[in-house]
């Protein structure tokens, strides 16, 4: 036998025992991003590795060791994406859709990242990402976070979530602060871990954001982006955060969450949990005013959010609000011959008049015994059996697979009929 060819490390196979779980979860956040007004938009997987070198930024972590480039048949440099939010503003540049115009997007889809792959980190993950176009002022903040919320909400999850928020400022702001920030790390040079003292000279705000708790005092004590802010992203944020007591939303602000990309500008917010170990954001975003014209746009605000996807199920695990019963209603059994010639037609005539009826059809032979087997391991509700007696007398026999009590005998031409009776009983 030749050896099995197994996936790449860091890149896992979603199992249908699985999906259930996701396509609810997908559902619900589809259900609230609609009800919100925000569109679908569905992007290449590849991109120039130029565009993600121009809008990630050099000395990020991203850029600096985790993308997936490679050379294509014409040579052009290009990379999986490592995150949606440039390539989704590449294509609104591209197509016009940024001249005077507001737009609420979203897509999801799958992320490529070179990490050292853990519980809740992969090469490959999913993302659900907004982004928002064209609106400067902090009510789209508030709104992006008041969605956020209601997925948690309607996902049964509100309460394994907490919002952190901050600002960055503008662009000027955080290079002043940048310098005030160096100068002071610089004076504490010794007392600096291995990976801060590298950062200190290509992305010093980055430290601050150090999981490596001897740093926590250096840290605790370093002046704030915050008290150096100006007027207007000062003011935007108090807004923001007022925008978010009235609706009641509780937050902390986190002087140290400076996210990992250098497009970010004034909001910046992370929602985390304690429930899953070391990986504990499940969505993170900001505003990125700056970033259209850095791309070749015309100025245009801009913010937007990712949402880990692994993270988000892993933390329904144990919602209760999910409904994940994927069984089929009905079995269906065929021995015999002329049964088994009959029943394709008829499960077909079912479908055909009960569209919402999950039918699974026993394919490959076998006699009463094991495919009632099947059947049971298939959790449907109803065996419908087909055998020469049915055929004989043009009907069917229906026996439940889950509650004691007799077989019934339905003729072939009230079928629909009465299965129609019963998903109206079962499902309202
Ligand atoms: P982290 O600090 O965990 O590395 P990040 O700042 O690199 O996260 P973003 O680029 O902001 O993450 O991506 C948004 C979200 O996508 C994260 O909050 C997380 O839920 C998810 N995510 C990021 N990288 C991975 C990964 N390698 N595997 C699984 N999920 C990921
Ligand atoms: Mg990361």
Redesign the pocket.
Known sequence: MANKIQAIRGMHDILPEQTPRWQAVEERLRAVLESYGYQEIRLPVVEKTELFRRSIGEVT??VEKEMYTFEDRNGDSLTLR??GTAGCLRACIEHGLLHNQVHRLWYMGA?F?H?RPQK????Q?Y?LGVETYGMPSPDIDAELILLTRRFWQRLGIGNKLELQVNSLGTGAERAAYRQILTNYLRSRFDRLDQDSQRRLETNPLRILDSKNLDMAPIIAEAPRLMDYLGDESKSHFQTLTEMLTDAGVEYSVNPCLV???DYYSKTVF?WVTDRLGA?G?????GRYDGLVEQLGGRTASAIG????????ISLTEESSLLDLNGAPDVYMIRVGVLAEQAGIGLAEQLRDALPNLKLLLHCGNGGFKSQFKRADKSGAEYALILGDDEMATGSASIKSLRTEGPQMTVSQTELSDYFQRILTAERG
């Open positions: 972590d991203i490592p995150e992320m990242r990490e809740g980190r992969y090469r993950f993302q996210r990992g990309l992370e990986q954001t499940v969505c993170a975003g959010f990712a949402l880990g996807m692994e993270r988000l």
